[in-house]
């Protein structure tokens, strides 16, 4: 094959939207083959708009992990996450709309109408590994097909790696064609100090149960590379309420050693470096609807 005879290479950005905890952060994280993307059981985990790059010998998937519409609470925070969701969608190539195979909810619905005309949507029914009586898949699929033109709908399991790679196949032809914009080895866009932050993030929602709602965020204070490689990071840990403190301390500070622990040691396997962590848990009252507070927090 001549070189004028070689398939072009494609590079396109790909978003990733759905309601909060359909499993946009295991997709994102399992389409770019590491963790660029928190994941845990509450909704509104992901907050920022995360870009994941996946690099073939023949396309370049830029995947951006959106929040989740808010549609029911309108405080500042959740205003900021859905400008943050249309702004990204009016950007990219193709959006993968997530829902939970089997079940299409009210929720779900809203997100319809503010997906843009005239760019492909492909319709990614996740979990089907739970769905209980599979008999019922098709004809569930086909009534959803019916909510929209979509231009193609995927079931999968979003934890299952060979599902991911069936859906990058499926994706390719729709990125347009074009040089790469990451380098062949990056995963993400963000800076370790972002993701940093996000990993404390994940560990505080993961460790702390149901103990610790929403009115939680996490700020880098202090970030240094040392000659040698080590990283020094002194992350804050914001709540909205003074009695959350305690709770994510734990008896005799046992839970916040536990989430620096197990944070420090997923940074070491992102960063492939050492990692000395310092946390600190601290009270800011109505951060969460705070707008100019929020944009120094890093929220558009």
Partial sequence: ?????????????????GRPNVGKSTLVNQLVGA?????????????????????????????????????RHRNALNQAMNRTVESVLAEVDVILMLVEAGRFTEADARILPLLPEGKPVILVANKVDTVRDKATLLPWLAETGRRREFAEIVPLAAVNARDAARLLAILKPYLPESPPLFEA???TDRSERFL??????????????????????????????????????????????????????????????????EARQDMERLFDARVFLRCWVKVKHGWSDNAALLQSLGYD
């Fill in 35 to 71: 963790k660029v993307s928190i994941v845990s059981a509450k909704p509104q985990t992901t907050r920022h708009r995360i870009l994941g790059v996946r690099t073939e010998p023949d396309a370049q998937f830029v995947l951006v992990d959106t929040p989740g519409f808010q549609t």
């Fill in 1 to 17: 094959m001549t070189e004028a005879d070689a398939p072009a290479f494609r590079t396109g950005f790909v978003a990733v939207v």
């Fill in 196 to 261: 940093a932050a996000e990993i404390v993030r994940e560990k505080v929602f993961r460790l702390s149960g149901d103990e610790i709602p929403y009115g939680v965020n996490v700020a880098v204070e202090g970030y240094a590379e040392e000659a040698s490689g080590l990283r020094r990071v002194d992350v804050v840990i914001w709540v909205d309420r003074a009695a959350h403190k305690p709770i994510l301390l734990g008896q005799g500070g046992e839970r916040m050693k536990r989430i620096a622990s």
């Fill in 185 to 187: 080895d990056a995963l």
